[in-house]
């Protein structure tokens, strides 16, 4: 059975960091292109990183760009979103996914087969 695990959420103020982490049970994450999406309220579940099976090919959302990086250990079958200088607007559910298309980095969260669970991040002024 394959799980995603995401932990390292929290409550933190403005211009505070948090460092996400994704743990992966039931498959090899080293043949899926793994991404963190977010979802705040009312809105679409949106792509914020992504990285390549390899771990050399990243993608960035255009805000966060600059403020996140996305790194994978494959060996420890983990991926982690590291993220800086955070803003009120990064407030809410990120989810960590895995896609099995190697050629792109995909972008769109149908293109992703498994995800895990969600955890709360909130950015208070």
């Known amino acids: 059975q394959v799980q995603l695990v995401e932990s390292g959420g929290g409550l933190v103020q403005a211009g505070d960091s948090l460092r996400l982490s994704c743990a992966a049970s039931g498959l090899n994450i080293g043949d899926y292109t793994m991404g963190w999406f977010r979802q705040a309220p009312g809105l679409e579940r949106d792509i914020v990183a992504a990285?390549?099976?390899?771990?050399?090919?990243?993608f960035y959302l255009r805000t966060v760009k600059g403020r996140f990086t996305v790194s994978r250990d494959n060996a420890a079958k983990t991926i982690s979103l590291q993220m800086n200088n955070l803003k009120p607007e990064d407030t809410a559910v990120y989810y960590c996914?895995?896609?099995?298309?190697?050629?792109?980095?995909?972008?769109?969260?149908?293109?992703?087969?498994?995800w895990g669970q969600g955890i709360q991040v909130t950015v208070s002024l």
């Open positions: 990285i390549s099976y390899h771990g050399t090919t990243t």
């Open positions: 996914a895995a896609s099995s298309e190697k050629l792109k980095l995909s972008r769109a969260p149908d293109e992703y087969e498994y």
